[in-house]
């Protein structure tokens, strides 16, 4: 019995969310790791985990640019973007200021 080693290769997740602070419409744009299309889900949370947005997305080439918009509804304080990939979870913190 022989094993051969496989190298697996995972790009990190490079993503920031433009301008931090905003006003609540913001830029999530960067690179979700590798060069192929994927899909990716984009949800925004407050500080008690409740789940306020939710998207599915493309990453064309691996590259994100979506334009968020939460409208006038939510307050000022910090709030959680999570990216879910398939292979992948990150959370960035942003925080909303009117």
Known sequence: ???T????SVLPIDVRVIPNPNNGTFVVKGTIG??????????????????????????????????ISLGNTLGNG???LNL???????VFHFVMEK
Do not use: C
Not at 5 to 8: A, D, K, Q, S, T
Not at 84 to 90: C, E, G, L, S, V
């Open 1 to 3: 019995t022989s094993v």
């Open 5 to 8: 080693p496989v190298l697996v």
């Open 34 to 67: 590798g060069t192929q299309d994927a899909d990716a889900t984009l949800e925004i949370t407050d500080v008690l985990g409740q789940v306020i947005f939710s998207k599915k997305v493309s990453a064309l080439g691996g590259k994100i640019n979506e334009v």
């Open 78 to 80: 910090m709030y959680m």
């Open 84 to 90: 879910f990939t398939a292979n992948d979870h990150k």
